[in-house]
């Protein structure tokens, strides 16, 4: 097994607050949540502490044998356990996280993702298979359009940010990893047979971007441009950030194959 990864942290001075690991049963990524306002007044460790519980906390449980639901479900109730006495983990500005995973079992390929992480696994023949869960991109972009020429300080700008995060972990809007397990029931799962894997990859939504944001490549465009290493899917993102005036976001690709 060949394991590489690539992160780069989309705001200077501040913490990269993606999580991605690997071990012999698959690989792991957490896409913390971070820049709001007021996140540690609630919680005192802050979101890529949680992006790293978390996700050490999955690659621990690839290997049981467990569904990628059940692992996730666990993992969440542990981490938010950790922390629950010190920190208002029900608050909206707790700390929260997109999952995506990937397990390696036998003849199976195995993933799951929840929020708007992405896996790709790439096949000798046919297209790649993609997993991701469009939710929170369609319902953020609606407020981005709102959101438009109303001053960042404003009463109106924080009502209209208090009413996007009630979409989150709601009926009718998105979800992800914060701390109710229930949230797995929303994931986005399936399985493949492991035989013709050429590469499996996972990507934060800051490198994704490349193909869902920029549509620069597609997703088998995206495989191939791993031959010369995660790095250089970010490094065009960053160009392609750059060109169109763009803020940066957290960026992680982690591969296997």
Known sequence: MRVVLATDAGHPGRTNEDFAGAVPAGLVLVDG??????AE???RHGVAWYASRLGGTLLGGLSADRSLRAVLAEGIAQVTDIHRDTCDVTHPNSPHA???????????VEHLVLGDAVAVVGRASGAPVVAHDPREVVIARSFERRLVGIDAGSEEHRRLLREL????????????????PQVV??????????????????????????????????????LRLLDHGPAEIIRRVREAEARHG????????ICRG
């Open 246 to 253: 763009v803020a940066t976001d957290d960026a992680t690709v």
């Open 165 to 180: 995060r009630g979409h989150r972990n709601n009926p009718g809007g998105f979800w992800v990893a914060k701390d109710h």
């Open 98 to 108: 997109a999952v995506a995973m990937l397990r390696f079992s036998g003849d199976l």
């Open 41 to 43: 007044k609630v919680c």
């Open 33 to 38: 949540a971070g820049g709001i306002a007021g």
């Open 185 to 222: 029931d929303e994931a986005v799962t399936g399985s493949g047979p492991a035989s013709g894997v050429t590469r499996a990859a996972l990507l934060s939504n800051g490198a994704s971007r490349l193909v869902d944001t920029f549509g620069l490549t597609d997703w088998a465009g995206l």
